[in-house]
Structures are given as C-alpha cells and as structure tokens.
C-alpha cells in the first residue's frame, strides 16, 4: 500500500476521466459546427457523449471519495477535538465505503442485465453495455480506495489526514 | 409506522449523518434507499442503485454542469481575470473606493463566463486583493468586497447553480440563464452602490487610486475582448436560440479552449489541469446528485412534498407569506450547508409549494439563487469567505465576515426588489428568440 | 373478504394532464369496486418513480407494481413487439390496440418473461411534423430528424436522413434550434408540447404507430388472494385496452383536424402514387423486423400472418 503506487493509480483514474471531458467537449463543439456549416450530425454522437458522459463522472467519483472531496457539512467537525475529528472521518469513510460497495454490486448487475437484453444505441447499433461496463470499472476502483482511505485513517497517517481537510465545494 | 413518520425519521436519519460528515450524497442517497426500501422491501431499493444513478449521469442535459465548469477553467488560466480588472481599474480606480468598484466590475464580467461563485471568488482573491492592500485598502473591506462579488457567479449567467435548479425543476435552463442578466447587473449597481456610499460616509477609509490616461484606457479595453467575444457567443447563442443550453456550455468551453490556445496562454499542464478540476467538481456534484435523486424516491412514496405543499398553504399566510417563511428557512440552511447541496436537497420539496401558490417557476429560480448567494457569505458556513481566506492566508474569519457585512445587507435589499418587481426577472427571458 | 389489502404503485412518464392518467384512473377505481376495496391504487405520473427508459426493468424489479412501458425505446430488446411499430401498418389507434393486444397475447409471456403483461396497447398514428415541406421519402435526406423509437430512427437512417434524440419535452426546443428539423410525433401531442409553434408542415400519411405495454410485478401478482387475482386477470383484457387507449386515440385524432384549422400551418397532402413509394421504402423495416425476430426462435412469417388476421377481425389495419 506504497502512497506513491496509491497516487499514481489515482492520478491516472482521474486523468482518464479527464480525457473523456475533453472528448465530450470536442464531440459537442464539432457536432454543433457540422450542424451549422453542413447540416450533418455524427451518427450516435448524443449517445456517445452521453455515455462518455457517464464514464467520466464515475471515474471522477473514485477520486473524490478517495481525497474525502465529498461535499460535507463542516459544522459540528469543526468544533470537535481532533481526536473527535479523526472518529468522525473514519466513521464518514466507512459509511462510504459500504454505500458506495452496494452501488458498485447493484450496478454490475446492471452492466450483466444491459448485456443480456441486447441494448443498442439508436444509430450504429452499438453495445451500450460496453460504455456501461467501462463506467463500472470507476466505482470498483472507488471501491478499492475507499477501502485503502479507511485503513489509513485508522492508521492515522499524518499527511493523509491532512490530504483530506482540503477544503472543497461546487458552487 | 404512518408514512409521515417514516418520512420525518428519514429526515432525522439525513441530518444525523450530515452533522457526523458523511458526504451530503452519500447520506442523501443510503437514507432514501433504507427508506424506500423500509416501505416498499429492500430488493425493490437496491434495484433502484442499478436504474437510477447510470440513468442521471448519462442525461445529455446534466453535461452543462462540466461543459460549463471547463469553459470558466480556461477562461481562468488564459487570464482573463487578470485582464478584466486591468480594464475596469483604469476606468474607476481614481474614484473613492475605486478599486473596489473596479473589483465589482471585474467580477460581473467574470461571471459572465463562470458558472462558479466559489471559483469568482478564488480567482480574484490572488488578482484583485494584493492590488487593494497595496493601496491600504482595509483588509476587512478588500476582502468583503471579493466575496460579495464573488456571488455574481451564479447569478450573472453561465451558472451551475441556476442550471441544477432548471435540472431538478425542469425548467429550460437556457431561460433561467436569460433571467439572471438583469438581477446580475442590478447586483453589480448595488454593489457598487454600497461601495461609493461606504467611501463617502466613512472620510479616509477607502482611498483613490491614481487616475488613468485615456490611452492606457483604450489599450486595457483592447484585451478583454476575449471575455466579451465568448460571453457574446454563448449568451447570445442561447438567446437568439441558435443553441441548446448543453450546446451553448460546450461551445463555451470549446471556445475558452480555442482563445486560450490562440493567445498562447494555455500550456499542456494547464489543459490537463483545467480538465482534472472540472472533473473533480464535477464528481463533486453528481455524488449530491445521484443521492438527492434517490433520496427523491423515498420522498415521491412517503408522499411528503404533497404534504409539505398542503401544509404550507394551508397556514393562511398567505402566498408571499409562504414565501417569506421559505426564504427564512434558507437563510437557515445557508448557516450549515453547502448552496449546491441546500438546492438540491430542498428543491423538489419547496417546488410544489411554489407552484401551488401561483409563482413564476423562472422567477423562483431567480430569488432561490440570490437566497443561496446570501449563504455563501453570511456567518457562520460561508464558501466565498472561506475560499478567500485559504488564498489569503493572513486575515481572519471574522475581519472577512465583518467586511461582506455591508453587502450582506445590499442582497436583501436586492431580494426584496425582485419579490416587488418580477417582471426583472421574467421580462427577458419572456421575449427570447 | 379475508382479502390482504394492496395499495398498487402504478409508474408512467407521462404527466397527469395526459388522457392515459384519466385512463388509468378509471381502470384503477373499476378494480377497487370489484374488488370490494381490497385492491387500490396510487399513480405516480411524470417519471416520478424513474426514467420513461427504465419503466420495465423498475416493474421486474418492483420498485413499481404497475408499469406504462414503452418498448421501442430500447431497440433491441423486444423484437416481437416492434411489429406494432412498422409504418403503415395501422390504421387507428382504438381498432389498432384490439388487434395489437389480441396478437401480442400469444409472445407477451416469452417477450417480456420477467413480467405479467397485462395489456398492449397503441397511440393513434402519428406522422411527420417538419420545418420544411416533406412529400416524398426524398425529401428525407439530409434531414435531422427525432424519431419516436428505435424502429422510426432506422426508417430515417434509411432514407439518409440522420437522428436527433431528445425526450418528448425537449422536442419543441430542439426543434426551435434547428438540433432537428422534423419530429415524428402523434398530432394532438404536437399541440400539447407547443411543437406546433416551431413547426409548419405536417404529412397526412398514418405513418407510424407506437406500441405500449401496461405490465404487472409478478411476486404482486403471485402474492393475491384467488378472488384478487381474477379481479385483475378481468381487468387485463382486450376490451379493456380498447378503454384504455380509445380516449387517448380520440384525443391524437382531434388534433388532425385542429391543425388543418390552423392559418399559419400545412397539412400536407399525399398521393397514391406518393403514399405507394412511401410504403416501398419502408418495407425494409418489415425485413429487419423479420430478422430480429428470427434470431429470437421465433419465426416471423408465422408471427406476422397472425398480426395481419388480428388486424383484419379487428378492422385496425391500412
Ligand atoms: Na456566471
Ligand atoms: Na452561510
């Protein structure tokens, strides 16, 4: 459980995700110019940026509950006694950890069940549970590192705690 | 167990979890399934994990929220900001108060291509506050003054706010966003406003700056036309109804994009930086998301906004009465919650309310965003105030407080306008093309 | 009347101003009556319990008890079904949905196995509804199009044109944008999502129609008394899809006539030589449709020649 290996795969999870915003990006602004200038749209694009879409929000979630980048409410931990503090953050990463297991278990399920019933998108005919599949892979990494989160934490490691008193919101 | 208790143990259950810093999403989304399931048997709720999570991040509307979060990132990393204050600086930095002033103009023109008050805020915490105190503006006052500004982000448009709001109510986002023009700039008036009172009414406070030639006027308003041309063609897009709201986001962050490169301003690690950014707020907000529609389940079977509606309307307060009421219980909320979080968890239940009692959805969304603004900067849970003080690491909590005072007071002034004249907010978006 | 009460959560996507909701009303209170106040029901309009999408993977799983299912938005997954969507095949909604449910019977438990199909029904025949003049399948080409389902969106990508998606409430503003040029949509419904203020012309073919399926969680199903069941078993009948769908056949039917009314919009009028090379070019459907169903153990022919006599018994066909 080296923190550099830990930081490494985080890094790369969130830069794939990264990689996918840019290419909804990219497919959006080309869409909308083909539309205007040919009146053409790419075949599937809706459904390719929706998936994409998909893909990278829950591969960006494995980052955020790794950090503990979660939206919280700061009001009562923050007049608590470090010792106070840790407990709760251990107790947060926990009940984390074990919805975050159930959505990862039932969502798997959901990949199978999209692969049995033969869901394709409109245009191409493509899959859908491949792109479902890849979006999966983030919550099982999710998983993963909410698991490593909580052990840290009960091991206490200084620089990780920390890490995780970043402030962060999405306003 | 009645479902109404059942539904006020779910809210308990919320709050508990809240307070001991579980995520809001996390909480949100594990109450609603344990109650669904509770009601309605616990295969039914875990199934409800498989349908409904892929089925909100997979929505093509839901992609204004990254689409427009990258456009602000690039518009930051390209400097912008830094351009924007320039400008506004040689126009009114001699006045009393003046680079305050200018700092309210920077930021309205900031927002108009941020979707984020905390990201207005952050940006011009390292532009505008080591310029103020270089002229001995007050610390208190410098830093009021960005916070306060701060908020135009969700109010002028693009805003992710105001976008969750049109996401949630189904509202057209692109109206909403038309909307916020007006009460954006009567922002900016009465901000400024309070500046140039602040100045007069307190001899010595503020000071001038120096005075600036016309020159270096015209060679300041020459760089922004980057922010002017990108606010152009997405806000005026949408108006004049070339795009959707999910289009006009991704023109606007392709757009920063292709400025950014252009002027030479964007390195490979700055891309990859904005990029990672966006996805991490993002991540951010679909985890509220996700477990606000969950919890959203749970509600819709325990019946509880038709409930909440009845009750409400039935106090004989009266609509504005009501409405009052609601803004008072949001200044509330904005003591301990996050403005994101507080949207999405009370929305669907306050919704109704508003439609029961006759008032314009569009208008709503309007004085909802300006209840959240006041959240972000009044005592003791304010983001702007926050943010500013994690740049500006050598002035208290409490001097930032005691500066956005004034301000704070400013935006009930606003709020109580836009009760007394809608049509502020409904004119323009009632005339789109 | 030992009976367990049950309090049924029926799920659509439509909103409550939408006839089907009068529809399930009426059905829903017939069934308390018969059951003696044992069987009642609460709707949940407007995706209140989930997506249009999901609304048969939600009655299997029982996060409904009652489910309004669109099964062509899934292209793929009921290949059977599909049929009632083949342009041209039908030719109004009321007479329509007596021979689709009667038809559908027979495939419903093996289609839709996880579930108790208790009615199929169809929405009166849509068309065309564009921004520019459409006469013959040419005038396809190039165009953007938001189909109302898998097998309308191949009939575009047939005729060379391309597809929007969009959910029924965004249609009017995709529409407004230029996102797409035309909408295959059922008339009245035009009118209720304000597309009649985007587009101007209207193509007076029955091109296409959209089948339904009201469907029931099988462990409530299976979790009733004997009297309760027959309750239920009485009001899943073809009769009652006639009353299930007739006012809503009627209310799209009304909206014809309302748009010929209008100054500013045209009906578009089509030939028989015109409405012959219309049906040539969506033959091909029938093809594909043939061939989803074959990989399925199902022979089409047969599957079909069953449709067409359904059809002629119950006068629904063109
Ligand atoms: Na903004
Ligand atoms: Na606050």
Redesign the interface.
Known sequence: MESSVIDRVIHGIELTAAGFLAAVTALMFVSVFLRYLFAWSIPDSYDLSCLMLGILIFWGMAGAGYRGEHITVDLLWSVCAPRVQEAMDLFAALVTLVAMAAFAWMMGNKVLGTLRDNVLTYDTQMPVWVFYAVAWVGLAASVLLLVVRAVRLVLRSDAFARLSHHLTTAE | MSTDLVAITGFATLFG???????????M??VG?CGFGYL??F??A??????????T???????VI??FL?MGAFASTSGMSRELFRAANTFLGHMKGGLGIATIAACGGFAAICG???ATAATFSTVAYPEMRRYAYPEGFATGVIAAGGTLG?MIPPS??LAVYGLIT?Q?I?RLFIAGIVPGLVAVSLYMATITAIGLLRPGFLPAGPRATWGDRLAALRDVWAVTLLFAFVIGGLYG????A??A???G??GA?IIAVLRRKLSWSDF?RC??E???????????LIGALLFG?FL??TQTPQRVTELLTGTGLGPYGVLVLILLMYLVLG???????MIILTVPIIFPVIQALGFDPIWFGIIIVMT?ELG?IHP??G?NV??IK?VVKDVKISTIFYGVLPFVVTDIVRLAILILFPTLATFLPTHMG | AQDKPVNLKMSTWVPPTHPLQASIQAWINDITKESKGTITGTIYPAEQLGKAFDHYDMVRDGIADFAYISPGYQPGRFPIIAAGQIPFTFADGTAGTAALDAWYRKYAAREMKDVKVCMSFLHDPGTLHSRKKIVVPEDMKGLKVRPAHGTMGEFVTLLGGTNVKASAPEARDILERGVADAISFPWQSVILFGIDKVVKYHLDVPLYSTSYVWAMNKDVYDGMSVAQKKVIDDHCTTDWAVKFAGPWADFEAGGRAKMRAMPDHEVVPVTPDQLAQWKKAAAPLQKNWADAVRKTGANPDTVWAELQASLTRYKGGL
């Open positions: 979890l809240m307070m001991l810093r579980v995520p809001v999403g996390i909480a989304g594990m399934v309605n048997g295969t039914p875990l199934k409800l994990l498989a349908q409904s999570p892929i089925r991040v997979t929505d093509a509307n839901f992609a990254p689409l990258l984020s008050s905390v969700i992710t706010v189904q057209d692109g109804g070339l795009f959707t999910t289009e986001a991704g023109m962050a392709g994009f990859w990029l990672l966006s996805v991490r707020t993002t991540a951010a907000v679909f985890t509220i389940y819709t079977i003591c301990v919650m996050d403005a994101m979080a959240v972000l003791p849970v983001m926050f943010v994690s």
